[in-house]
């Protein structure tokens, strides 16, 4: 197999689930999505998939309107299981606190109370990022009555999780730069808008699909990558571009032919957009003696549109050299971040004290392409055949050597988590 037909494979995966659409759970596209990856799973570890159905509590917009001062409408976009607003809608003043930090709400707290609060949508991977669903609490806490949030790129709405499960909310919804601009906080006065948000929640099922590759003993590692997104466009980068690159690694290591010690499980989380539920729901369902047979969680999460890696290790400190001894041997560029980040499913495995890492692109970029993921621009065209072909190779030697190591190695990982 060349280089170049590999990598045309992984783009024709990539493709395909694009072509599903954005794959928001509950949708057509999402369900599309999980019958590709039965198939092509199934192709590519040559084991059939063993299908979780996830209950989970449903949710699905209807409608969602802005209207400003002046009446015009303009558009928006409600966070994932956000309330609706009462009927005739949410009509209020708004209250910038720019991009909502601690500082913002604390200086500005007098002034929350029963209004909507707009705060800016941050680079998601980077170090001091604070996230989407800390400024909604925080906001919430405040005793504001709605929350919008602003997106990074010019031109397009955002998605994201209000973080909410059930019960008590408040409305959010991702606007443009455009629209926040004309609702900066200005002397004399708030601007006043009416947000007008429609749902329906209703329990729902949605598929965790898995495939074992066993191995000579009882022990996984565990490669994962979630295949949910968001409606404003393809969810490419985040993350059909990890779906490829995990299906790319069973097809190689199969083909590998040599039995490892420990078995390949391949893992397609769904409702990860849904603050991690999907793959939440995965670890809970362990019991102790599963959790300890998993010797690492390899999740790859939005990968392919540059030349940077980057490995979130969430704390597990023992992980650094392992990974970076091998892109060195690959003579490929990685950097690991140490720090615990809760920003995609490897966080269910660490915290539940399984050795685990994300694989993420444009990790502290603030030009990278990762900064359109949530929004409008996350389309085919940004992945790239040979940023995603070198993703696919490091992966595979990563899931190769961890498939292989010594146990000594093994305990040592899960050992050396920093809290
Ligand atoms: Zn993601």
Redesign the pocket.
């Known amino acids: 197999m060349s280089a170049s037909s590999s990598a045309s494979r992984v783009m024709r995966d990539l493709y395909a689930l694009c072509d599903c659409g954005g794959r928001l759970s509950g949708t057509p596209g999402e369900a599309l999505a999980a019958a590709f990856i039965m198939e092509a799973g199934a192709a590519a570890a040559g084991v059939p998939p063993i299908v979780h159905t996830v209950d989970y509590a449903g949710w699905e917009p209807l409608a969602a309107r802005l209207f400003m001062a002046d009446g015009e409408a303009v558009p928006c976009h409600p966070l994932v299981r956000t309330v609706p607003t009462p009927a005739g809608g949410l009509d209020a003043e708004v209250i910038d606190l720019g991009r909502g930090t601690e500082e913002e709400f604390e200086a500005h707290r007098a002034e929350i109370p029963g209004r909507i609060v707009l705060v800016r949508h941050e680079l ?1 991977f980077a170090p001091g990022t604070i996230h989407r669903r800390v400024k909604y609490e925080r906001a919430r806490a405040a005793g504001a009555i709605g929350f919008l949030i602003s997106g990074p790129s010019a031109g397009s709405l955002v998605a994201g999780s209000s973080g909410r499960e059930a019960g008590e909310g408040i409305p959010a919804a991702g606007i443009s730069p455009e629209t926040a601009a004309r609702l900066r906080r200005r002397s004399g006065g708030y601007p006043r808008v009416r947000l007008a948000i429609e749902t329906r929640e209703m329990p729902a099922q949605t598929r965790n699909i898995f495939f074992d590759m066993p191995g000579e003993t009882e022990e996984w590692v565990v490669l994962s990558a ?1 295949y949910d ?1 968001h409606s404003l466009a393809e ?1 490419a980068m ?2 059909a571009s ?1 779906v490829a690159i995990a299906l790319e690694t069973a097809r190689r290591l199969r083909a590998g032919g040599k039995p490892a010690r420990r078995g390949l499980r391949l893992a397609f989380f769904s409702i ?2 849904w603050a991690l539920t999907g793959s939440a729901l995965y670890v809970a369902g362990l019991d102790e003696a599963e959790r300890a047979a998993i010797a690492l969680n390899v999740n790859i ?2 990968v392919g549109f540059d030349h940077t890696l980057t490995a979130l290790v969430s704390g597990y400190a023992a992980l650094e050299p392992f990974l970076l001894g091998i892109a060195e041997r690959e003579n490929i560029g990685l950097r690991t971040y140490r720090p615990f980040q809760r ?3 490897h966080a269910n495995f660490a915290a539940a004290g399984i050795p685990a890492f994300r694989l993420v692109g444009g990790f502290d970029d603030a030009n990278a392409p990762a900064r359109h ?1 949530l929004t409008a621009f996350d389309t085919r065209d940004r992945l790239d055949p040979a940023h995603m072909e070198k993703a696919a190779g490091l992966v595979t030697s990563i899931v190769a050597a961890a498939l292989d190591a010594p146990d000594e190695q093994a305990r040592l990982w899960r050992s050396s988590r920093e809290s």
Do not use: K, P, T
Request: glycine share 14%.
């Open positions: 998601m979630h997104g969810s985040d993350n990890g990860e957009e999460d939005s920003n995609s499913d993921v």
